[in-house]
């Protein structure tokens, strides 16, 4: 069973602080993605990653950069927190596909409070 | 532009009822479409997706090209269908996903 783990449940920061969270899945899937959960809005995708050390911006890549060095692990870096960014983010994966989309597996998320 | 749509915010319905949960989405291709569910307290998890026309805990949904529809439904509601669901369509790689609808089924 494909495991998703995101390192912390819940997170309080202050503004202009810079604040990691970081992903981390056990089955080699190629393909990570950082979305954000909110009441009313949904699921907004943040960034993605489809290999080592390559990214894709999302709908709403602003305030927000990614880094993955290793296939296993990827990190969502708010650069200068603010309240606006106090969400529920969720890591997904997916293996890679060429013929058509793989679901994505969730963590359980991790609740960020901005204050 | 690609969008998925679900006009229900909030769906309250007895137990043994019908339930149908809408979707549409805005795509010019192919569409993949995958409905998700979030129980309380748990992940969010796949319940189905189009291309596998399976019926998973009693759902099922059908594509429907005409209307862009991908309406999930199931004959029965039960106590514990009570959840989060989300209409999900595939865009390259990722997903991209509606707002939402919360399923409440009340004895």
């Known amino acids: 069973d494909v495991k998703v783990t995101q390192s912390s449940r819940y997170l309080v920061k202050r503004t202009g602080e810079k604040v990691f969270l970081e992903c981390v899945q056990d089955?080699?899937?190629?393909?990570m993605f950082w979305y954000r959960q909110d009441p009313g809005l949904g699921l907004r995708l943040i960034y993605f990653s489809y290999d080592v050390k390559m990214k894709e911006k999302g709908d709403i890549p602003e305030g927000y950069s990614v880094s993955r060095e290793k296939k296993e692990r990827f990190s969502l870096i708010l650069e200068s927190a603010s309240t606006n960014q106090t969400s529920m983010y969720l890591c997904?994966?997916?293996?890679?596909?060429?013929?058509?989309?793989?679901?994505?597996?969730f963590g359980n998320g991790t609740r960020l409070t901005v204050t | 532009a690609q969008r998925v749509t679900q006009p229900e915010k909030l769906l309250s319905v007895f137990k043994g009822a019908p339930v149908e949960l809408k979707c549409n989405y805005s795509?010019?291709?192919?569409?993949?479409l995958f409905w998700y569910v979030q129980y309380s307290r748990q992940r969010l998890q796949l319940l189905l997706r189009h291309i596998s026309r399976e019926s998973i805990k009693g759902f099922t949904a059908d594509l429907n090209k005409g209307e862009t529809s991908f309406h999930l439904k199931k004959p029965f509601a039960q106590e514990e269908d009570s959840a989060m669901y989300y209409c999900?369509?595939?865009?390259?790689?990722?997903?991209?996903f509606g707002k939402g609808t919360t399923l409440s089924v009340s004895s």
């Open positions: 997904a994966s997916s293996p890679a596909s060429s013929s058509y989309n793989s679901p994505l597996h």
């Open positions: 089955m080699d899937h190629e393909n």
């Open positions: 999900a369509l595939g865009r390259g790689t990722a997903l991209i």
């Open positions: 795509y010019s291709g192919s569409p993949e």
